[in-house]
């Protein structure tokens, strides 16, 4: 018989040498073929009966699962349902998978029209834990409780591993609905400065929002890039270093979309904090109206101006990320300016307290069980596999000997970044049931053999964890957003239609010289959500917080998964 599937990757018809990744459960199975057992491969274990030779195989299962499509594919790779990907987990796979496409620009609107025709996916993975709410109200998918319990070894592992998953996916009814993995509690934003303006202006680093303000007054009008020309500006104001200077005095209220979180806890009830967001937009108008940021930040609404100047090192002070973008970028502007030196510095503290930028969830929703499975165990079976260490090694990494070697660290090292590109990379949504838990090695300070500019901001990262993820400098609120109650539909149209009339104000406070005054937005703001019903609101998530506070996950927890 034949003793395992082979974990190999070659597509049929495909020449070059087969690449194995052995499971203890492969290894057994090859000691029993050694000893001369017989029977079908393609049927998955057999099982003994004394006196009765064998019994029949165990029948491979069939289940159809989702998978982004998101228009990568390279042509010569074939199609995202149809691919070297695909056909390598129906060869290795417990369980025959049908690959239904969804187009990531509009996952939701097609899975509602499958679930609407009763075509939907067997297996469902999507990010959006709202939806997957949705879905579980509406009984679409499939409690996970018994049939984790009595089918599942990986997943169950990971539930005893890290518990904080199935504290986030139990439902109010006591059962788990959703599939998820732990993620690594990475700082998500950053505060970069330009130490070298630091130094050649002889500053130090701000540490109060006055000292902070003083240093982008320097950038602005001191000529830090020794240019002879005015040209250079302070800090940024749009997209993620908004977010960032709102964090600094402990507020979730954002300028770039109607999904806030402006509730805090006082004295044991959760209120509509208005006090943190009028300070953070008080600060920010002063940087405009002394024209120590860009003029045009209301128009810059993802941030891309504001990138090109600090690549163009014409930028002192900036929030951003730590994705791939923001390393090229940094390569970028040690190319344009190679005197240039970066630091991640801590949040000032302000009169609320001092906090954190965003930090990575560390519980990450991504599917769910269609409730209409017709085989559910095959399915569970499918997301075994999907969870097991061999399964995120080949689809991150591809092949060992043709796509990467390993490291003395145990981690991946490509090869040849190009054919990683194109033969592994469009594949890695396949990996939306893997392990990103602390520690991986897709954390960017564990790359093997990294550029200097790969080098440099890895050590940052390194910084900016210390700086960032504890909690004696929290992120702002109650709890991450993905922890929040789902607003019921009314509540929700209430909340958005409300806070897109408040961020209009928000931006005219900004941008409105001494024409329009902080109070001014405060009282107009607490009048619109009024108006539309907001106290509704506030009730309905102080209500959920006295319900469930010693339940819910909350932000002194987010630091258990550090």
């Known amino acids: 018989m034949k003793a395992q599937r082979s974990l190999s990757v070659e597509s049929k018809g495909r020449p070059g040498r087969k690449e194995y990744l052995w499971t203890a459960a492969a290894l057994a199975l090859s000691v029993m073929a050694a000893a001369g057992c017989s029977g079908n491969g393609e049927s998955g274990t057999e099982k003994a009966t004394p006196g009765a ?58 899975l509602n029209v499958l679930f609407a025709s009763g075509t939907a996916p067997d297996l469902i993975l999507e990010f959006d834990r709202s939806y997957l709410s949705q879905l579980y109200t509406q009984k679409q998918l499939l409690p996970l409780d018994d049939l984790i319990a009595k089918h599942s ?61 003083a240093v982008a007054r320097a950038f602005t ?8 020309k005015k040209d250079t500006e302070g800090i940024g104001l749009s997209f993620v270093s908004g977010m960032v200077l709102n964090h600094m005095f402990g507020t979730g209220f954002t300028l770039n979309g109607t999904d806030q979180y402006p509730w805090v806890v006082e004295n044991g009830k959760v209120v509509h904090d208005w006090e943190r967001i009028k300070g953070a937009l008080s600060f920010q108008k002063q940087i405009y109206d002394a024209g120590y940021g860009d003029k045009d930040f209301v128009t810059d609404k993802n941030g891309q101006k504001q990138f090109q100047n600090w690549v163009s090192g014409k930028i002192g002070i900036r929030g951003g990320s730590m994705g791939g973008t923001d390393v090229k970028g940094y390569e970028t502007l040690k190319k344009n300016v190679p005197e240039a030196e970066v630091l991640v510095i801590a949040l000032p503290k302000t009169s609320f307290g001092q906090f954190s930028p965003m930090l990575n969830t560390p519980v990450q929703f991504t599917g769910g069980i269609n409730a209409a499975a017709k085989d559910p165990v095959s399915v569970m079976k499918v ?35 190009d054919k990683y590109r194109k033969e592994v990379s469009y594949a890695l949504d396949l990996n939306m049931l893997s392990n990103f838990a602390p520690d991986g090695c897709s954390s960017l300070d564990k790359k093997l053999n990294p550029t200097a500019a790969e080098k440099e901001m890895g050590e940052l990262l390194v910084k900016a964890r210390e700086l960032y993820v504890t909690p004696e400098r929290p992120m702002p609120g109650i709890t991450m957003k993905e922890f929040l109650p789902i607003l019921p539909q009314e509540l929700d149209q209430i909340n958005s239609n409300a806070n897109k009339t408040i961020l209009d104000l928000a931006n005219k406070l900004i941008v409105s010289g001494g024409s329009y ?46």
């Not at 090694?393 to 040849?416: F, P, R, S, W």
């Open 221 to 228: 009008e001191q000529d830090p890039d020794g240019n002879g």
């Open 517 to 562: 005054t902080p109070d001014q937005f405060i009282q107009e703001s607490k009048a619109v959500w009024e108006k539309a019903g907001g106290a509704r609101v506030d009730e309905y998530i102080d209500k959920w917080y006295q319900e469930n506070k010693d339940t819910a996950i909350l932000m002194k927890d987010i630091y258990q998964m550090k």
């Open 53 to 110: 030779g064998t019994q029949a195989p165990e029948k491979r299962g069939s289940i159809s699962m989702s998978i982004y499509d998101r228009g990568n594919v390279p042509a010569e790779e074939g199609t995202i349902d149809n691919n070297r990907w695909t056909k390598w987990m129906n060869e290795n796979g417990p369980a025959d998978i049908k690959f239904v496409p969804i187009p990531r620009s509009e996952s939701l609107q097609k």
């Open 383 to 417: 997301v075994d596999f999907m969870a097991s260490p061999e399964h995120e090694m080949a689809i991150t990494n591809g092949i060992e000997g043709v796509h990467y070697k390993k490291g003395a660290n145990g981690c991946a090292e490509q090869l040849d970044y």
């Open 153 to 213: 070894t990986e997943y169950k592992k990971r539930l005893e591993e890290y518990p904080l998953i199935k504290k986030a996916t139990t439902m109010p009814d006591g059962k788990m609905y959703n599939l998820a993995r732990p993620y690594n509690v990475d700082p998500q934003h950053f505060l970069y400065i330009r130490a070298d303006w630091l130094k050649k202006l002889n500053l130090q680093a701000p540490a109060t929002p006055e000292e902070l303000q």
